[in-house]
C-alpha cells in the first residue's frame, strides 16, 4: 500500500508541518503570562488564553512524567477541539460517502493520528512562547484568534486559531499556521487517497499508521 499522507517537499513546509501538527494536537501552548482585563476579552480569545494557560500548567508540573504531560495535554486538546467539525471540513464533500460507522471511525483515527505523530515532541517545544495579538470575525459568524510564536525554532511564526460556537461553547475548528490550514492541509493529503481507493482505503491507512507509531522526525 502506498501512501502520500504528510509529504512535505521543502525543509520550509516540513517544519511548518511539524509546529502545524503539534498545535492541532493541543502541544503548542507556551504562553507569556498576560493578565489582560477579562471582561474587555471575547469569548474566544478567552477560550484560547484558558488553553494556553492549562497547557502551560502542565508543563510547568516537574512532578508528571513525559508521558503523563502528553497524557494530560492530549486531554486538553480534546476538550477544546470540535473534532466532529474538524472532521467534516477535512473531509469536504467525501463526508457524505462515509456511512454513520465509518464518520465516528474516522473521527477517532484521525484524532489519534494527530496524537501519535505529534505527542511525542512534546519536550522538544520548551522554549516557545505564544502572544494572542489579535482577533478577526469570519463568516458564519467564527472567530479567528491571531498568535506569533516567540523564540525557539519557529521564532516569528504566526498561528492563527479559528473557532465556532457550538452549544454555548467556543471550539476550534481550524489552525493556520503560517498562512497553511491544518483543514486544507490534510483535505488534500486525504482527497487523493479518497480518489483511489474510498472511505476504507483512508482507514486502512490511519489504522496502519496508528498502529506503526510515530513517524520519524523530519
Known amino acids: 500500500m502506498t501512501s502520500t499522507m504528510c509529504n512535505c517537499s521543502t525543509t520550509r513546509s516540513r517544519a511548518v508541518g511539524r509546529l502545524l501538527g503539534l498545535v492541532a494536537a493541543g502541544l503548542l501552548g ?8 477579562a471582561a474587555a476579552q471575547s469569548a474566544p480569545r478567552t477560550t484560547i488564553q484558558q488553553t494556553i494557560d492549562a497547557v502551560l500548567v ?19 486538546a480534546y476538550d477544546r477541539f470540535d473534532f466532529p467539525t474538524v472532521s467534516r471540513l477535512v473531509l469536504a464533500r467525501n463526508w457524505q460517502r462515509f456511512s454513520k460507522a465509518q464518520q465516528t471511525a474516522f473521527m477517532e483515527e484521525f484524532k489519534r493520528y494527530l496524537a501519535v ?15 494572542i495579538v489579535g482577533e478577526r470575525q ?30 454555548g461553547r467556543w471550539l476550534v475548528i481550524d489552525v493556520i499556521v503560517e498562512g497553511i490550514s491544518l483543514v486544507s492541509n490534510f483535505r488534500d493529503q486525504f482527497k487523493e487517497v479518497l480518489s483511489r481507493g474510498g472511505p476504507e482505503e483512508l482507514l486502512e491507512q490511519l489504522r496502519a499508521k496508528n498502529a ?3 513517524v520519524g522526525a523530519s
Not at 502542565?58 to 494530560?72: A, I
Not at 505523530?117 to 502572544?131: F, H, L, S
Open 138 to 167: 469570519e463568516p458564519r459568524g467564527d472567530v479567528t484568534i491571531q498568535s506569533v510564536v516567540r523564540g525557539g525554532e519557529f521564532e516569528g511564526a504566526t498561528v492563527d486559531y479559528r473557532l465556532r460556537e457550538r452549544e
Open 117 to 131: 505523530n505529534y505527542g511525542n515532541r512534546i519536550e522538544r517545544y520548551d522554549q516557545e512562547k505564544v502572544d
Open 30 to 37: 507556551f504562553a507569556s503570562p498576560q493578565p489582560p482585563d
Open 58 to 76: 502542565v508543563l510547568r508540573d516537574s512532578s508528571l512524567s513525559t508521558e503523563q504531560k502528553r497524557s494530560r495535554i492530549e486531554g486538553i
Open 212 to 214: 506503526a507509531g510515530p
